[in-house]
């Protein structure tokens, strides 16, 4: 059974970091495409970053660029997304996802870990 | 604003057949496959198409998905209380070189 089970969550201070990380079974990690959705309270979806399998092809969302940085470990089965600067339109349920192949859809997702900036 | 540009809410009656659209561009939607994603508050998106038009295993063929140029629709028949969730399309976008997302569409199964 594939899972996807987010960690790192939290409430964190304006300006300050954060990491999330993404844990997967079920499936040979190294063969997939990941990346992170977020959904801001009373928001839609919005893609964050994508990684392709070997972990290059890194992408990233205007909004976020230069201040988050996705990462993969394909030893431990495990994504990582580094948080930094974090502002008050961060606040959201981030989802790490797997895409089924290049660019055709995002088959399995985690439950989701929200993150809380706020003073 | 969202790139891809979605209605933002529905209504139907049980047993009717509704379609959602999902309105891009050519550098989305137009040279990119399409899928599409029921949401329900609390819970992790599920995959409904992908590749346009194809469906995941366990999705029953109450849902459908096409794609004409720049503008893709999600179609969903025999209408039941279950289906009322929001709904999202989402693509690749070549010129912003990342994924977007449709604003969502709120179906209301009356």
């Known amino acids: 059974e594939v899972q996807l089970v987010e960690s790192g969550g939290g409430l964190v201070k304006p300006g300050g970091p954060l990491r999330l990380s993404c844990a997967a079974s079920g499936f040979t990690f190294s063969s997939y495409s990941m990346n992170w959705v977020r959904q801001a309270p009373g928001k839609g979806l919005e893609w964050v970053s994508s990684i392709g399998s070997s972990g290059g092809s890194i992408f990233y969302a205007d909004s976020v660029k230069g201040r988050f940085t996705l990462a993969r470990d394909n030893a431990k089965n495990s994504l990582y997304l580094q948080m930094n600067g974090l502002r008050a339109e961060d606040t959201a349920i981030y989802y790490c996802a797997r895409e089924i192949a290049a660019a055709a859809g995002l088959d399995y997702w985690g439950q989701g870990i929200l993150v809380t900036v706020s003073s | 604003q969202s790139v891809l540009t979605q209605p933002p809410s529905l209504s139907a009656a049980p047993g009717q057949r509704v379609t959602i659209s999902c309105s891009g561009s050519s550098p989305n939607i137009g040279n990119n496959y399409v899928s599409w994603y029921q949401h329900l508050p609390g819970t992790a998106p599920k995959l409904l198409i992908y590749?346009?038009?194809k469906r995941p295993s366990g999705i029953p063929d109450r849902f459908s998905g096409s794609k004409s140029g720049t503008s893709a629709t999600l179609g969903i028949s025999g209408l039941q209380t279950g289906d009322e969730a929001d709904y999202y399309c989402t693509t690749w976008d070549s010129l912003n070189v990342g994924r977007v997302f449709g604003g969502g569409t709120k179906l209301t199964v009356l």
């Open positions: 590749e346009n038009n």
